[in-house]
């Protein structure tokens, strides 16, 4: 099943129309939560709210980063199959 999957990536095409969306809404989700988390940390001074705030967003970056991923692999836009003559199918 593997090599199956290898010999079919060859013949996709990723528009970059695709790649700039994700991008998009990765920064949005991603601004949303830093300015939660911030709002959350604040009343407890400066450094403890840069302190909480990098372990925070290290921590739900990486962990919504990955959900938002496998999110992605299921969407089928933005994906063209070519044939191996070049044609699009």
């Known amino acids: 099943m593997r090599k199956l999957g290898r010999r079919l990536k060859k013949f996709l095409k990723i528009e970059r129309k695709r790649s700039l969306l994700k991008v998009f809404g990765w920064r949005m989700i991603s601004m949303a939560l830093d300015a939660s988390i911030i709002y959350l940390l604040y009343p407890f001074g400066a450094l403890m709210t840069a302190s909480g705030f990098i ?14 991923e496998r999110a992605w692999t299921r969407i089928k836009w933005g994906i063209r199959v070519e044939r191996e003559n070049g044609c699009k199918g």
């Not at 372990?55 to 938002?68: F, R």
């Open 55 to 68: 372990l925070a967003e290290n921590l739900y970056a990486s962990i919504i980063g990955y959900l938002y």
